[in-house]
């Protein structure tokens, strides 16, 4: 059966596409870049992945990064999601400065506001799917019994998985892995999802499955920035970036 | 999902999940916290046990606070005894040397215990086990470890020999237990208890040699005691009664609770030692665990998770492996600590009061096991906790910040150039985590050093034992009530096959005496010929005694502590019979450090000094066949000859009799060691199993890259084999030069235990051997299991392997 993204549970702040469109058009960018450096230092010398990076995304924008690899994409998703630490440079979410949080700091500021999907799923291979959604509300502070479950179940059954909530991941496809990661960023309703190559591991019609499903949360106000070396992905996205040599050196809006 | 899991929280689901998902790695931790907590409970609960229920059952049977031995009295002293200030009661007690006939129908010795007291109201009462309480007259009431040996019981006769060779038949009324027995008992132990009335029926006169004393007030107060004691020497002293030994004991004490408390303590030593091993171990299992987990950590900081909440979350598991280990533990080291105690209570002849938990070694079981997993895996748990998310869940593959400088191990591997390819991997292997080869390491090298230790203490112990043999290296001790012509006595003796040597000593009882000539001490003064072959000193000081000697003494070292400051040239003042003089310390010799007074002088003099002329109440004979077997034989056939000839004989006793004794005793000690380094090894070997486990499992994929590019199966194997042998020979040799110093403290510290002296270490290839063989085996043993694990799988299956 085909997935269908319109079951998906809505965002709290962005419940009709009017809001989301309000959103767009809201001056206040969601998330700023400043002047973004970020240095490896290693044995052979230091390699400066980030090259002063300014960018600035706004609530409900379906954001494409690509370029080729090693060309600094997933450094980026990193300084993004707070994943790592800039080495000179700013990285605004709202009026929250991420790049002075500390670790614990940015682990809470991230679990809230940040939903991150990676290219290995990277669910926890010993808790059931439903656990692995229910973990980042307990870890937040926003799980309640029932109601956590209720609305896990909700985020599952919109993914296509209800009937797999207490497999484990290992019992489950690729596919249905990312979408299980995908309903697990969603857990908390993050405003924000950062996507690093989250269909770099899936066979076509699965990955069409998964950019149907980011389209739609687009659609209902969440920023998503996906990071590809995909030039396919040019299609799908409201705004493209192309990263070359740790450069933002080509940005332009599609839609 | 279980219908009770889910009323946890989805982070302890987790950790439940991590708890039974993988349960080698659980099996792994809670042996080796189980294993030291099981140690601590057995030495622990033992250590409550033993000393409480020896002392009270000591306390209960009425111990004499005052042993005298003088020569023969009658109850006219017992009652002046009575009548001295502060003596609650006295007792005169006799023993009478005769032989009984085993249902085997052998001949062997029996001493029947006759006092005036009435059975039940008697200083050092015994525990009546079965049939009669009280001996009727020609009656004896055996004693348990006897009944136990022959197996004889309540209505069974005993058919005795008696000193002049004539038989009795006594019978059985029932069995008691001797509650008040020190080490003495332990090697002096086929005996019974007659009524004071049977004694002339067995052909002795009616006397008694020793005097026990209970004291009025401060029964448990050695001053008070002591107080006692100089009332009751002098009532003696006014009679005429010279002291030949004088003993005192609070009632609240055990005889063998000193020496038993050290042994214990030793275990004691060793049961930290093993929880600190284990302790090692486990940090060693949980820093891989928190490794293996540290893409967890990652997904867990990316969805929200803080690093306190991720601690929390390991400490959880660390503390649910340690509840495990309690289950395990405390059960068996409950059961092992009254199995010890069983043990030792058969040893030294005290009953238990029954099993029983004991609180305290539960309460330490439990701090223990809950304790040092916590303290072992904080480390590792706050570290793991801290990495980024980034390094978590990339693993460590984007870039890196630059490492520091190569170590020195690094670097003479990197020179490792002449080895075979395989094997310099497994070299590099070996040594890649250092502070997990470390943490191994330690727990085999302390393992395998206490273990060759022990083989060392044995052999230590045993030179001791052959120490003291040195003073008595008679094949055959023949004593005399009364001394016989020497020309005699030789003469008979070498009538006998076999006989190789007779000499004559001189022995004697003597008293010390201060400026006042007052008796301060008494002292056993031993008259072997000046050149006597069958003593060969140790002497510390001075010099042994020489033919040409008069009035001087080669003393004991219990003189250096009696009598602080003597040295070689200080005369003391001794009185020997009734004679009075200043005997010259010519030499001190090293003995077992016992506290007895014990002096030599050489024969002649010394019998001049006793009134013997050239006769002799002891002779020293020795023979071909060393062995106790040929000494008894000896024995028996003089002491037919002897008796046959109407000579009033004390004892005939083959040399070998004690010694061996003694070499059984420390034998049981050091099955206690023995226990002890098989735990120390088990954890040893667990933490070897451990690592070899860990190292594979990490290396899962470099084996999968391996076996892609042409690594054959048998090369995989051997690859890990070979890892795990090195792992084991370092520490064997680390061990064995470890071995050295621990041999030292042990022996040292167990010696003074039983002998009041430092032992003189001693070294067998035996151990070191054993533990060579125990450490190839475990090392091939633990290398196994993994080495075939990835040898099987395939390349897919490995290459995917997370």
């Not at chain 1, 179940?153 to 207490?166: G, K």
């Not at chain 2, 111990?63 to 020569?71: D, G, K, S, Y």
């Not at chain 2, 009280?134 to 055996?142: A, Y």
Request: glycine share 8%; aromatic share 8%; proline share 4%.
């Amino acid at each position: 059966m085909m997935f269908e993204p319109t079951k998906l549970p809505l965002p709290v702040d962005a419940s009709t596409p009017v809001a989301a469109l309000t959103a767009l058009h809201n001056p206040k960018p969601l998330l700023s870049l400043r002047q973004v450096v970020k240095v490896y230092p290693t044995r052979s010398g230091d390699i400066t992945a980030l090259k002063g990076i300014d960018a600035e995304f706004y609530r409900g924008e379906f954001v494409g990064i690509v370029g080729k690899s090693g060309a600094g994409k997933s450094t980026l998703t990193h300084m993004i999601s707070g994943v790592d630490q800039v080495t000179s440079g700013e990285v605004w979410f709202e009026d929250t400065p991420v790049h002075t949080l500390s670790e614990d700091q940015k682990a809470l500021w991230r679990g809230r506001h940040v939903g991150v999907v990676y290219q290995t799923f990277q669910l926890m291979p010993s808790l059931s799917l439903l656990d692995n959604i229910l973990l980042p509300m307990e870890f937040c502070g926003t799980y309640q019994r029932g109601k956590s479950e209720e609305r896990a179940l909700e985020l599952l059954r919109a993914v296509e998985l209800e009937d797999h909530a207490f497999k484990k991941p290992s019992a489950i496809s690729g596919g249905q892995q990312q979408r299980a990661a995908i309903a697990r960023a969603l857990a908390n309703d993050p405003p924000l999802i950062v996507a690093d190559e989250p269909t770099g591991n899936l066979d076509t019609a699965t990955a069409e499955t998964i950019f149907s499903l980011f389209e739609t949360l687009a659609e209902r106000g969440t920023t998503i920035l996906i990071v590809s070396h995909d030039r396919s992905l040019e299609d799908r996205v409201s705004r493209l970036l192309t990263i070359t040599d740790g450069e933002l050196s080509e940005m332009r809006s599609l839609r | 999902m279980k219908p009770w899991q889910s009323y946890l929280r989805p982070s302890w689901r987790k950790v439940l999940s991590d708890l039974i998902g993988n349960r080698t790695r659980t099996l792994l931790v809670v042996a080796s916290i189980a294993v030291g907590v099981f140690a601590v409970g057995m030495i622990a609960g033992s250590y409550y046990i033993i000393p409480s229920d020896m002392n009270d059952s000591y306390s209960s049977a009425n111990p004499a606070n005052i042993q005298i031995q003088t020569r023969p009295f009658d109850e006219n002293l017992i009652r002046a005894v009575e009548r001295t200030r502060g003596v609650s009661s006295a007792d005169g007690e006799r023993t009478v040397s005769v032989r009984m006939k085993t249902p085997d129908g052998d001949w062997v010795s029996l001493s029947l215990i006759a006092r005036t007291q009435p059975f039940a109201e008697r200083i050092d009462l015994v525990k009546p086990l079965s049939g009669a309480v009280e001996p009727g007259k020609n009656e004896l009431i055996l004693e348990k470890r006897t009944a136990e040996k022959y197996s004889l019981g309540p209505g069974d006769v005993l058919e005795l020999k008696l000193e002049d060779d004539s038989i009795r038949r006594m019978k059985i009324a029932g069995t008691a237990q001797d509650l008040t027995s020190g080490i003495g008992g332990m090697f002096n132990n086929t005996k019974g208890y007659i009524s004071d009335e049977s004694i002339e029926w067995l052909h002795e006169p009616y006397y008694f040699s020793r005097l026990l004393v209970r004291v009025a007030e401060g029964d448990n107060d050695p001053a008070a005691i002591q107080a006692v004691a100089d009332n009751v020497k002098d009532t003696l002293a006014k009679d005429g009664y010279e002291i030949y030994q004088i003993q005192k004991n609070p009632t609240n004490v055990h005889p063998m609770e000193s020496i038993l408390q050290a042994i214990i303590q030793v275990l004691l030593y060793l049961g930290v030692l093993i929880v600190f091993l284990s302790g090692s171990l486990i940090s060693n299992t949980l820093t891989a665990l928190l490794n293996q987990h540290l893409p967890q950590i990652g997904v867990m900081k990316l969805v929200g998770a803080q690093r306190r909440q991720i601690i929390r979350l390991y400490l959880a598991l660390i503390l649910s492996f340690g509840l495990l280990s309690l289950v395990i533990a405390i059960p068996l080291g409950s059961w092992a600590a009254y199995a010890l105690s069983d043990f030792a209570a058969g040893l030294i002849n005290f009953p238990l009061r029954g099993f029983r938990i004991v609180p305290q070694a539960i309460l330490i079981q439990i701090a223990i096991g809950l304790f040092v997993p916590l303290l072992a895996g904080i480390w590792p748990v706050v570290r793991g906790a801290g990495v980024t998310v980034d390094s978590a869940i990339s693993g460590g593959s984007h870039m890196q910040e630059a490492p520091a400088q190569k170590s020195l191990v690094d670097q003479g591997l990197g020179r490792l150039r002449s080895l075979s390819r395989p094997l310099l991997i497994s070299v590099r292997n070996t040594f890649r985590r250092k502070g997990r080869l470390v943490l191994t390491l330690l727990t085999l090298t302390l393992g395998g050093a206490i273990f060759i230790s022990v083989f060392n203490v044995q052999v230590s112990l045993n030179h001791k034992i052959e120490q003291i043999t040195k003073y008595f290296s008679a094949d055959v001790n023949l004593d005399f009530n009364r001394p016989y012509p020497i020309h005699q006595v030789t003469a008979l003796v070498r009538g006998v096959d076999e006989v190789v040597s007779v000499e004559p000593w001189a022995i004697g009882q003597a008293n010390v005496l201060n400026e006042k000539d007052e008796v301060v001490d008494s002292l056993t003064l031993l008259g072997p010929p000046a050149n006597s072959p069958l003593v060969t000193p140790i002497i510390t000081e001075g010099r042994w005694i020489q033919a040409d000697d008069k009035n001087a003494l080669t003393v004991n070292e219990a003189f250096m502590r009696k009598v602080p400051g003597l040295k070689v040239g200080d005369t003391i003042r001794l009185k020997v019979g009734t004679r009075k003089a200043d005997w010259t310390v010519v030499g001190i010799f090293q003995f077992t450090g016992i506290n007895d007074l014990i002096a030599y002088s050489h024969y002649d003099h010394l019998a001049r000094t006793l009134n013997y002329t050239a006769s002799a109440a002891a002779y020293r004979i020795t023979t071909l066949d060393h062995s106790l077997e040929g000494q008894t034989r000896l024995a028996q056939q003089i002491d037919a000859r002897f008796r046959a000839r109407g000579y009033d004989i004390n004892s005939v006793e083959a040399g070998a009799t004690i010694t061996n004794s003694v070499t059984e005793y420390i034998g049981v000690l050091t099955a206690f060691l023995v226990v002890m380094a098989l735990l120390t090894a088990s954890v040893g070997s667990i933490g070897m199993a451990g690592t070899l486990s860990m190292n594979v499992m990490e290396r899962t994929r470099e084996i999968g890259v391996l076996r892609a590019i042409g690594a054959y199966d048998t090369m995989i194997l051997r690859l890990v084999l070979v890892e795990g042998l090195l792992i084991g020979l370092i520490s064997f040799v680390l061990g064995a030069l470890l071995s050295f110093p621990i041999t030292h403290v042990l022996a040292d510290v167990i010696s003074m235990a039983i002998f009041s002296a430092p032992a003189q270490t001693a070294f067998t290839l035996q151990g070191f051997v054993i533990w060579l063989g125990v450490v190839i085996l475990l090392s091939v043993g633990a290398s196994l299991i993994p080495a075939r694990n990835a040898s099987r799988m395939t390349i897919r299956e490995v290459l995917a392997y997370e």
